[in-house]
């Protein structure tokens, strides 16, 4: 192995960061496997890229792994049904952004018969595996839902190091590692087979270092492996410091080389995966049962029960809150994902996605936001951009919707971390004004 192959001892330096809140509270509460609602959505865009066509109707009979969307686009990955019944309807749905979406509304039956053509992949190649991992329909389940088989789709020998993202440095969110301890041999075996079938040399497992459980458990599974394995994987401790997990920083601080702007990972020989999802694929190379499940952290003040739950992918919000006791307190805010990159939900109607990591909902006293004042020109939101912006100059031309402004000062490399908002002593709304500048920015460029 070459200088900047081996493996490494600790992690490089990276820019800006905040010392966000851990609030990890579930983090020991081994998780529980939901039983099968009385319906689910499978909502048709559960991923970055074009979204799928239903291929099934209302009326038609559907069992656990059966596809029931899918779609022609290479940037796209099919929809199983999670349950067995019957199809109710074909609907469309709005999501948290506010788009509008097919789904497949899908009476259960309870008995959750897995369908016939389930059957591990025959994989004789590196194209077979690819091909299986869509068929799989797995997506980066730590929230970003790209494609895996997209992500491994790159020429031979253009990546020499897999990452493993198991940093989970939002606050709250305890579901990865869950992952780690409960399924560390699923999480070494899905890196053995990447590393196996596409030929890469190096896996580098980051994992912040407030998770000291996890570190040891994947630690151990990793020594074992590297005696008869291709290649050499580690597990990386990582500072506690937020956000470790978005897919640049990590890079960054596991092998020191730095994404240029509208390039990707493979761009600099890397392929980042989470935990989960590497878990999956080991799953499913095992038992060709395609993505139907998650595990997701519910934790807030206002839910009973906080714990770490697998549900079946398309359960309703409510559902899965009246499987962790129901709620305590009128919940004042509910949140996909965590409270720094997560969206708000308008009710809980919304179905679980393959991408949602946790569901938050916070009482009155947690959702509390303090009101702005005057910016005061601290720089303390400068400092804490782990992309080098300066915020206050881009809010600058954001105020005179000056695209040209915006884009020269680098918005659209803004990953909306919310670092900003956080370290801002005068709460000024930054990281919403970020999302609405890039928004006037893909606007023009339309228009153009
Ligand atoms: S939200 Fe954007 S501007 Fe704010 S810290 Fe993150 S990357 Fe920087
Ligand atoms: S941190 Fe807040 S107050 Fe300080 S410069 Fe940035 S926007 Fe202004």
Redesign the pocket.
């Known amino acids: 192995m070459g200088e900047n192959m081996k493996l490494p001892l600790k992690p490089f330096r990276s820019r ?1 960061g905040v010392k966000a809140p851990h609030r990890k509270h579930t983090w020991n509460n081994e998780s529980v496997v939901m039983p099968p609602p009385s319906e689910v959505i499978i909502c048709m865009s559960q991923h970055i890229g074009a979204p799928c066509t239903p291929v099934v109707k209302a009326g038609d009979e559907v069992k656990v792994g059966q596809t029931v969307g899918d779609s022609d686009a290479f940037m796209s990955v099919p929809m199983h049904s999670s349950v067995s019944g019957k199809v109710k309807r074909i609907e469309t749905i709005t999501m948290p952004n506010g788009s509008k979406v097919p789904a497949v509304r899908i009476e259960s039956d309870g008995l959750m018969t897995p369908y016939e053509g389930i059957a591990p992949p025959e994989i004789n190649s590196r194209e077979d595996f690819i091909k299986a991992v869509r068929d799989s329909g797995v997506v980066g389940l730590g929230g970003a839902g790209f494609p895996v088989h997209v992500k491994l789709s790159v020429e031979k020998d253009k990546v020499d190091t897999l990452i493993i993202n198991a940093a989970e440095c939002e606050p709250y969110i305890t579901a990865d590692n869950r992952e780690a301890l409960e399924n560390s041999w699923g999480v070494i075996s899905g890196i053995k087979s990447v590393m196996e079938l596409m030929e890469i040399d190096r896996a580098i497992i980051g994992v912040e270092d407030n998770k000291p459980h996890a570190i040891k458990a994947l630690r151990e599974v990793c020594e074992a492996a590297n005696r008869d394995m291709h290649g050499e994987v580690c597990v990386l401790p990582l500072k506690a410091r937020y956000p470790q997990g978005a897919e640049k920083v990590l890079i960054k601080v596991c092998t020191n080389r730095v994404v240029p702007e509208g390039k990707l990972p493979a761009d600099v020989g890397c392929v980042v995966m989470n935990i989960g999802s590497i878990a999956f694929v080991s799953s499913y190379l095992k038992t060709g049962m395609p993505l139907v499940t998650k595990r997701i952290t519910v934790d807030g003040e206002a839910v009973k029960n906080p714990q770490n739950v697998i549900a079946p992918i398309g359960t309703k919000i409510k559902d899965i809150i009246e499987f962790c006791g129901g709620y305590k307190c009128e919940p004042e805010k509910l949140i996909f994902g965590g409270p720094m990159m997560g969206l708000a939900l308008p009710d809980d109607e919304m179905p679980l996605l393959k991408q949602n990591n946790a569901i938050l909902a916070f009482s009155k006293r947690e959702a509390a936001r303090l009101e702005p004042s005057d910016c005061i020109r601290c720089g303390r ?1 400068a400092s ?4 080098g ?1 300066t ?1 206050p100059l881009i809010s600058g031309y954001i105020a005179q919707r000056d695209v040209k402004g915006m884009t020269d000062s680098g918005i659209m490399v ?8 956080f370290a801002c002593p005068a709460n000024r709304p ?2 919403q004004n ?1 999302r609405m500048g890039k928004g006037m920015v893909r606007a023009a460029a339309r228009k153009k």
């Open positions: 800006g939101c804490a951009c782990p992309m912006l915020p803004c990953m909306e971390c919310g670092c900003c908002s930054i990281v970020m």
